[in-house]
């Protein structure tokens, strides 16, 4: 099935949640890291939904429609904070 690029945070969030990915919240951004490489599959069907690869972090990340500059001299989770997706979206919905 064919992934539709997501948009929104809420809409990553969703994603993630759905699908069981290790999600966190890091500013207006969403990244995954996996203690293993995913499967193929996996890793084309984040794409489809508009993650991309970060090879000097080695994690995913999804701009959720908020682009920015490189962070080259800085961890983006150090100067934004983390939230988990369970902090991230109510559970009261």
């Given at each position: 099935m064919k992934q539709e690029k997501l948009n929104s945070i809420e809409e990553v969030l969703q994603f993630c949640r759905d699908n069981n990915l290790p999600a966190r919240v890091v500013g207006k951004w969403v990244w995954l890291k996996f203690p293993l490489r995913p499967y193929a599959s996996v890793r084309e069907e984040l794409e489809?939904?508009?993650?991309r690869w970060s090879n000097r972090r080695k994690q995913f990340h999804h701009n959720c429609g908020y682009p920015s500059e490189?962070?080259?001299d800085y961890e983006p989770w150090d100067r934004y904070g983390t939230r988990t997706l369970e902090e991230a979206i109510p559970t009261n919905r």
């Open positions: 489809q939904a508009g993650f490189p962070a080259r």
